[in-house]
């Protein structure tokens, strides 16, 4: 059973998308990347994001990271910023230790992609 | 070359011309409105959904599925094979019952149309086959089927214009629609802020009328902004309104200095200052935010950050006219 599955799926992520994307926009050191006009497809965005985080069903590749990420000069603090956001939010949401450890485990499987290195 | 092609016949668009300004470039007559993909004046038909999936934002599951699409927001990156569509059936017709003027610039344009719809929804006013604007309705359905929409007096605009100086009862308005989801969720526990500037008044209107008449028992708060205190309207109705309701405040805050002769109560502040004072925990309300762009977009991120769920700030954004 996937992470995913064990946190409780599409409900866990509707769960933590408003805890962790208010997080992250109170957060002065990326708060800028996410502060946008379209708050409605930036939220979808972090959706997707969650989703992926939580090994749920999504069709990210490492290209697709790599892309999206790209000329944003992201460095480990930024990364960083959004892993400790992210486990606070589960944190909030009680979720069990060993599920966030999975769930941080998939970030860091995708970070070179994400900070284009 | 990158090209639509319209019912056949080959027009080149350049780099990143939209469909309809193409269109209308070489002399073929497509309605329009907006021209910024709120009105749904433009809709024309595609082959297939390949080019126009991003210009599809607002349309129901059945005019995607008949890969209609807003041709003022359609950049194909590839040829595409375009059609008009039938949208004079989306319309009814309106009459013109009474136009009055509620402030120096707004005018309450109120016409007969039997058409359903929910308090908070907009419609497409049609002057004529070429002049679509959209406005949002500040009425609530009634057996009369009158439509009320304010208009705000642009000097230069063209249907404003012709609603300030030229309508009268009788005159013939088609009216599309309605569209858009900015309406009263019906959960009556919780706590309303209800916020507007100019025009965005209509809907909030409506919605607190919509509230008050399905007896919401939360707290309903109505705060509505202006420049200068002439600009305000319809605020002493809503000042009786709170009189008489034990849960309703009207908060009407002005962005000028006051000068001490205002004969109703109005507080002169920023906006989004007196907001964050005044609504510091936002957990559990429900919000509705009305007017310009920048006014909705600051004051959602504000509520969402003082804790209220992203699904519960509903939106109303007036898109000024896009085209020339």
Redesign the interface.
């Known amino acids: 059973m996937s992470v995913y599955e064990k946190i409780g799926g599409d409900a866990a992520v509707n769960a933590a998308?408003?805890i962790f994307?208010?997080k992250v926009?109170?957060d002065d050191r990326i708060s800028d990347f996410f502060?946008t006009?379209d708050?409605?497809a930036q939220?979808a965005k972090q959706k997707a994001f969650l989703t992926m985080a939580f090994g749920g069903p999504n069709s990210y590749t490492g290209k697709d990271m790599r892309e999206a990420h790209k000329n944003m000069k992201l460095t480990d603090v930024h990364f960083g910023a959004v892993a400790e956001n992210l486990v606070a939010t589960l944190q909030e949401l009680e979720v069990p230790q060993e599920s966030i450890d999975e769930i941080v485990a998939i970030c860091l499987s995708v970070k070179d992609d994400v900070l284009n290195v | 070359m990158n090209a639509v092609v319209f019912e056949g016949e080959p027009v080149a668009l350049a780099d990143g011309e939209s469909v309809l300004d193409a269109l209308l470039r070489q002399g073929h007559s497509i309605p329009n409105g907006c021209r910024a993909g709120v009105c749904q004046s433009c809709l024309l038909g595609a082959e297939d959904d390949v080019h126009i999936g991003a210009a599809q934002t607002g349309l129901s599951d059945a005019q995607k599925q008949l890969n209609y699409f807003l041709s003022c927001q359609c950049v194909p990156a590839e040829v595409i094979n375009v059609r008009r569509v039938d949208t004079a059936g989306s319309r009814v017709e309106g009459v013109v019952v009474e136009k009055r003027q509620l402030n120096e610039q707004v005018w309450l344009l109120r016409l007969r149309a039997d058409f359903d719809y929910l308090p908070g929804q907009y419609v497409t006013l049609w002057r004529d086959d070429s002049l679509a604007r959209s406005y949002s309705l500040a009425s609530l359905p009634s057996a009369d089927g009158v439509i009320e929409c304010h208009i705000r007096h642009y000097p230069g605009g063209q249907f404003s214009s012709w609603v300030a100086n030229e309508a009268q009862a009788g005159d013939r308005v088609g009216v599309q629609g309605p569209l858009g989801k900015c309406v009263y969720s019906g959960d009556s526990e919780r706590p309303l802020l209800l916020a507007a500037i100019g025009t965005g008044l209509a809907p909030i209107w409506g919605i607190l009328r919509t509230a008050l008449a399905q007896q919401h028992r939360g707290a309903i708060n109505v705060v509505v902004g202006a420049k200068a205190p002439s600009d305000f309207y319809l605020h002493n109705e809503l000042q009786l309104i709170a009189a008489m309701q034990p849960n309703v405040a009207v908060h009407l805050v002005c962005q000028d200095e006051l000068a001490g002769t205002e004969s109703f109560a109005v507080q002169q502040a920023d906006i989004y200052q007196y907001c964050k004072q005044q609504f510091a925990d936002m957990k559990g309300y429900g919000v509705y935010l009305c007017g310009a762009q920048t006014f909705v977009s600051k004051l959602r991120k504000q509520c969402f950050l003082a804790g209220a769920n992203m699904a519960d700030i509903n939106a109303d954004i007036f898109i000024p006219f896009g085209g020339p």
């Open positions: 998308v408003d994307y208010r926009l109170a502060d006009v708050m409605d939220h």
